[in-house]
């Protein structure tokens, strides 16, 4: 069974960087492109960016340039989502998506999500 | 980027109706359309892409249609475990863009 198992829930404090991962497993992880999708506490799904993992071509969202960076390392067949400096703002869930081929596609499957708290 | 905007954002509904939630997009998106369920905490389940294609093990009683910018998923008739909330996905732009979605909710 193709499965995306994310990393665990963080709590931080505003400033603080922040990785979150994403490992897939039970099928050729470097050939399908892997999204990350935000949702907010009570709110909607917000398409981030997108990461091809065979050659880490990368994606953003315009809403996320410049505020989160995403990569992949196709040896442990694991994406990151990776923060500098976090801000209260940043309090989400953010779930991991595989593609199902190309760049621009549905979303199937997708991972547990991993809850980001940030509070001083 | 594409905008795309579902209605109702809520609907009120009954074991055994049929229910059709619609989801506009600002331009065609020529049936690059994916429907999602989402559970209270839980990730997103694909139902439908391709604006019709049902996703190996949805039931059947999950259909889409539509073309152009309007598209429309329907429940022929609703179980209990269908009561979640429903997102449309456009993937004809690559900046990909989800609806706000619907709250189905039991009456």
């Known amino acids: 069974e193709v499965q995306l198992v994310q990393s665990g829930a963080e709590v931080k404090k505003p400033g603080e960087s922040l990785r979150i991962s994403c490992k897939g497993s039970e099928y050729s992880f470097a050939t399908y492109w892997i999204g990350w999708v935000r949702q907010m506490p009570g709110k909607g799904l917000e398409w981030m960016g997108i990461?091809?993992?065979?050659?880490?071509?990368?994606r953003y969202s315009p809403s996320f340039q410049g505020r989160v960076t995403i990569s992949a390392d196709k040896s442990i067949s694991t994406a990151y989502l990776h923060w500098s400096s976090l801000k209260a703002s940043d309090t989400a869930m953010y779930y991991c998506a595989r593609t199902s081929g190309s760049y621009s596609n549905w979303f199937d499957p997708w991972g547990q999500g991993t809850l980001v708290t940030v509070s001083s | 980027d594409i905008q795309m905007t579902q209605s109702p954002s809520s609907l009120s509904a009954s074991v055994g109706d049929r229910v059709t939630i619609t989801c506009r997009a600002s331009q065609g998106i020529s049936n690059s359309l994916a429907w999602y369920q989402q559970k209270p905490g839980k990730a997103p389940k694909l139902l439908l892409y391709?604006?019709?294609r049902l996703e190996s093990g949805v039931p059947s009683r999950f259909s889409g249609s539509g073309s152009g910018t309007d598209y429309t998923l329907t429940i022929s008739s609703l179980q209990p475990e269908d009561f979640a909330t429903y997102y449309c996905q456009q993937y004809y732009s690559t900046s990909i863009t989800f609806g706000q979605g619907t709250r189905l909710e039991i009456k």
């Open positions: 391709a604006a019709s």
């Open positions: 990461i091809y993992p065979g050659d880490s071509d990368t």
